[in-house]
């Protein structure tokens, strides 16, 4: 099956259920004070890492499985400074990073892995994103940095395993 098939048929098989962040870190640098810093000196990172997946049941009072797939994608924002963008080992002046979990219901609990593993890539990417960007936003907006202004749709991940 290609991978076109392949997702045609997750998507077929899969309704959202719910999106929510497992974790997430932020913090500015101690000797970094955002409220009297020139911000023209600072760059952007970037992460974005579909992390993993796993198929789960969930039993219900009258005794019948549903069964769910949870997709991990963690994503990140650093603030480091221009001069320090060529380094990978620099020290970012201020973090924001989470770990969101995308669950589906699988309406075809029999759907295959390759199928799965197809839509976990290319798709729930789409659906984290929002809630993505409105946290970040927030978090800028909390920590006095810069607000992150996102667009609205994100570019592929930079790499994935899903297993």
Known sequence: MGVSSNFQKAKDS???????????HCFTHNDF???????????YQFMHVVRGSEVFG????DGSEEHFFKVF???????????????????????????????YQMLDKEID????????????SYHVWPFWREH???????????????????VKPQNGNTE
Do not use: W
């Open 136 to 154: 970040l936003m927030n978090m800028c907006n909390r920590l006095n940095l810069p607000k992150v202004a996102l667009p609205t749709m994100q």
């Open 58 to 61: 969930v039993q219900d009072e």
């Open 73 to 103: 994608v963690d994503v990140g924002c650093r603030f480091i400074k221009e001069e320090d963008k060529e380094n990978k080992d620099s020290e970012p002046v201020a973090q924001i990073e989470a770990s969101f979990c995308a669950e």
């Open 33 to 43: 004070d955002p409220k009297r810093t020139d911000f023209d000196n600072l760059v």
């Open 14 to 24: 899969l309704q959202s259920h719910d999106i929510y962040i497992k974790n997430t």
């Open 113 to 124: 892995e390759d199928s799965l593993k197809v839509f976990a890539l290319q798709n729930v």
